[in-house]
């Protein structure tokens, strides 16, 4: 096992929560790195790095950038095969198991694996679900898939103890970048209490109060993208964040 998963497993059992900054190279000023990352929260843990449509020279560059800026955790978040970066420290070996796409359920990995061969990086087994976040996200048009249906919580479950049963090490789910609604507490208690490896949530977040929120739903790490990218992050958190929903870890 390595070093990057047994951290997120440690943090999991423990209770520390997790906060993952998505960066999409395709959107990344590089010369503006220590100025973004200066701005980020200071319970930031790690950087996941990848975009739908980003290029592997975007990747790269970007990586590159972060890398020189911080000694926390880099992450490949890869959209296709040949977002890598033999730079990174992990990968997230990315299973769409939520759709029905060989493309984007083996087919985008076997053409990494030549890459991959060569880099010393290490690579997560990750269950991918696609939740609805209330509007059509790109990562289901690049990949033609749906999302899966916020109302269909059972079905939801099944997939993501399917992917666990396969030998997925992570769960994730996703709302999707920009998402107007955020996956459901629900969703997330009802996953959490079935599976027993860590649990990722991400899309749609854009405040401290709805980071507690998810937290304290079940998830053991939050992944935070576009809300930084714009600006657009409330920093208040309400009376709903306790003093567990604020039990982080740098790592």
């Known amino acids: 096992m390595g070093a ?25 000023e590089n010369s503006a790195a220590s100025d973004f990352l200066s701005q980020l929260p200071k319970e930031t843990t790690h950087f996941f790095i990848g975009g739908s449509s980003c290029t592997a020279a975007e990747t790269q560059r970007t990586v590159s950038a972060i890398k020189k800026k911080t000694t926390l955790p880099v992450v490949l978040f890869p959209g296709a095969h040949h977002q890598l970066s033999k730079e990174a420290d992990a990968i997230l070996f990315l299973s769409l198991v939520s759709g029905r796409n060989p493309v984007y359920l083996i087919d985008q990995h076997i053409k990494s694996v030549s890459a991959l061969r060569t880099m010393n990086i290490e690579i997560i087994s990750t269950g991918y679900l696609l939740i609805d976040g209330g509007h059509q996200s790109a990562i289901e048009r690049v990949s033609e898939t749906s999302s899966m249906a916020q109302s269909d919580v059972q079905l939801i479950v099944d997939t993501a103890l399917a992917a666990q049963f ?62 930084f990218e714009t600006g657009n992050w409330n920093n208040t958190i309400t009376e709903h964040a306790s003093s567990k929903n604020k039990n982080y870890e740098r790592i």
């Open 166 to 227: 396969q030998g997925k090490q992570l769960i994730y789910l996703e709302a999707g970048s920009g998402a107007l609604k955020t996956v459901s507490e629900e969703i997330i208690t009802a996953v959490k209490k079935e599976i027993s490896i860590p649990l990722i949530v991400g899309g749609g977040v854009t405040s401290a109060n709805q980071l507690a929120k998810l937290y304290h739903a079940g998830a053991d790490m939050v992944v935070v993208g576009t809300a």
């Open 4 to 28: 990057i998963l047994k951290k997120i497993q440690q943090a999991g059992t423990s209770g520390t929560h997790l906060l993952a900054i998505l960066i999409d190279p395709e959107k990344f």
